[in-house]
Nanobody, 124 residues
């Protein structure tokens, strides 16, 4: 059974940084896309950043380009999201996801396994 466990969320002031972690277990993720998503109250879930477990292509939402970085540590089976220069509009629940449905990194339909989420709150 696939498990994706997010951690690292919290409260931070605008301009600050956080690093989210996603510990993945339950299968071999070679060939899988790994993504970070977020959902703010009253808004749809949106992709923030994504990459392939084996490396190669990455995807970033325009709103986070230059501020967020996705990375993975295969030895630790963990995917990270480094978030710098945080803004109040980054406030949301952040989810880790995995999948290989073939729709592409930036497509929500690519992902079929999800974590429980971690809250990120950025104060102004």
């Amino acid at each position: 059974q696939v498990q994706l466990a997010e951690s690292g969320g919290g409260l931070v002031q605008a301009g600050g940084s956080l690093r989210l972690s996603c510990a993945a277990s339950g299968r071999t993720f070679t060939g899988y896309a790994m993504g970070w998503f977020r959902q703010a109250p009253g808004k749809e879930r949106e992709v923030v950043a994504a990459t392939y477990w084996s490396g190669g292509s990455t995807y970033y939402a325009n709103s986070v380009k230059g501020r967020f970085t996705i990375s993975r540590d295969s030895a630790k089976n963990t995917v990270y999201l480094q978030m710098n220069s945080l803004k109040p509009e980054d406030t949301a629940v952040y989810y880790c996801a995995a999948g290989r449905t073939g729709y592409g990194l930036g497509d929500l339909r690519q992902y079929d396994d999800w974590g429980q989420g971690t809250q990120v709150t950025v104060s102004s």
